[in-house]
T-cell receptor, first 109, second 115 residues
């Protein structure tokens, strides 16, 4: 099966930067996704990486290294509303999408 | 109404009950999914439908029975469940079921408690 690891919890201060790491071992690779999920709400799409490098989208950036099986999601200028769970997901060679257990980020004032 | 809508949002049932979860998408997507989300665990893929045909059953017990009458609607029929089936059940849709950049749009989920 697939193996996707990410930290369980992270805490940071409002205005700071937080980096959420994700490592994966999958059978083939067809892209990596990051989703945000606020408590009691639907996961929402944040980013998609299929080639190595950094994708920037406003305060959020996502990085991918396929050779290392590694990605990170960078959240800059943290706001209280960024407190949520962040899910890393990888699509394998059969296009099956597997998720990590999620990283709960708590932003403190 | 837009997006992916799931009903009911909360459901409590006994182990001998029969109930159904409903999912509806207004995005014109052709693939629909059921996921199970338990606390501190990864989302578990249960079923995938692509153009109304079931393309994946991830070894789900037969007490969960999916139904996809058309590309916009997906049901999960529940019967003789166990307490360990208590979880958040998420429905999702995507433009299709077989491309790399396929982005899933999720519903808010149905919180199921089995007594």
């Amino acid at each position: 099966g697939q193996n996707i690891d990410q930290p369980t919890e992270m805490t940071a201060t409002e205005g700071a930067i937080v980096q959420i790491n994700c490592t994966y071992q999958t059978s083939g690779f067809n892209g990596l996704f990051w989703y945000q999920q606020h408590a009691g709400e639907a996961p929402t799409f944040l980013s998609y990486n299929v080639l190595d490098g950094l994708e920037e989208k406003g305060r959020f950036s996502s990085f991918l290294s396929r050779s290392k099986g590694y990605s990170y999601l960078l959240l800059k200028e943290l706001q209280m509303k960024d407190s949520a769970s962040y899910l890393c997901a990888v699509r394998d060679r059969d296009y099956k999408l597997s998720f990590g257990a999620g990283t709960t980020v708590t932003v403190r004032a | 109404e837009t997006g992916v809508t799931q009903t009911p949002r909360h459901l409590v049932m006994g182990m001998t009950n029969k109930k159904s979860l409903k999912c509806e998408q207004h995005l014109g997507h052709n693939a629909m999914y059921w996921y199970k989300q338990s606390a501190k665990k990864p989302l578990e893929l249960m079923f995938v439908y692509n153009f109304k045909e079931q393309t994946e059953n991830n070894s789900v017990p037969s007490r969960f029975s999916p139904e996809c009458p058309n590309s916009s609607h997906l049901f999960l029929h529940l019967h003789t469940l166990q307490p360990e089936d208590s979880a958040l059940y998420l429905c999702a849709s995507s433009p299709d079921g077989s491309s790399g950049a396929n982005v899933l749009t999720f519903g808010a989920g149905s919180r199921l408690t089995v007594l």
